[in-house]
């Protein structure tokens, strides 16, 4: 399974950009997509996230500034950042929630993207 980040970038403050996150390989089926972020020195936050047919979730310093959202038709999930801020400034990795179903038995298990790097300047 791999994940496939896109869409960061240097941006103004005040500004957007738009992360996308493909999923390919073997699994069953996706159930929970989501993006973290990450400084230097510091552990990996949660972002958003969104389970499989459920609302999303969304960290309080992100609440009415980014939107997540998913197409299941095309194993990808989104990040529409707003209103950037420097202090969002770090690398971005989305993370999948994915069954396997390929074995005797079926089977949950998590695999995260590469990272993309968001940069907003003041």
């Known amino acids: 399974v791999q994940l496939q980040a896109s869409g960061g970038g240097l941006v103004q403050a005040g500004g957007s950009l738009r992360l996308s996150c493909v999923v390919s390989?073997?699994?069953?089926?996706?159930?929970?997509m989501g993006w973290y972020r990450q400084t230097p020195g510091k552990q990996r936050d949660l972002v958003a996230d969104?389970?499989?047919?459920?609302?999303?979730n969304y960290a309080d310093f992100v609440k009415g500034r980014f939107i997540i959202s998913r197409d299941d038709a095309k194993n990808t999930v989104y990040l529409q950042m707003n209103s950037l801020k420097p202090e969002d400034t770090a690398v971005y990795y989305c993370y999948a929630d994915l069954v396997d179903c390929s074995g005797p038995a079926c089977y949950g298990f998590g695999s995260w993207g590469q990272g993309t790097e968001i940069t907003v300047s003041s």
């Open positions: 390989g073997n699994f069953f089926k996706i159930k929970g």
């Open positions: 969104i389970p499989s047919g459920e609302s999303a």
